[in-house]
């Protein structure tokens, strides 16, 4: 399965079914993904539809009465705001796991410790 469609199925799974269902950094590791294809999709659409759910949850939670404030409680109004927190942990965690997947898989010797000779 491609990482655009299983993030893109993720993030309908969290909204619709409540369902937690995507390691980001496991399944990259699965499909032994290379650096250059993790950072393709860090700035793909499907990456910026993630951030954009995560600051609109942000924005949701944070509250307020202006214009924008009240078009996204228009919008997520039917998420209580503690599940809003928790959605919102999962879609930045699966933005943080590409992040540190990418770091990862730069080139170069690992680090070890001292003691591993």
Known sequence: MD???????????????????LNLY???KGLKMKRQD?????????????????????EYIKGGR???HEQLREAYGFIPK???RKIRKYLYGMMEDAIRYE?????GRKKTSVGNK
């Open 82 to 84: 503690p599940k809003a």
């Open 3 to 21: 990482i655009y469609i299983a993030v893109d199925k993720a993030i309908d799974e969290v909204f619709n079914n409540d369902r937690y269902v």
């Open 103 to 107: 770091h990862d898989r730069r080139p």
């Open 38 to 58: 993790m950072t393709e999709f860090i700035h793909s659409s499907v990456a910026k539809e993630l951030s954009d759910a995560i600051y609109q949850l942000d």
């Open 66 to 68: 202006d214009r924008e």
């Open 26 to 28: 496991q399944f990259a």
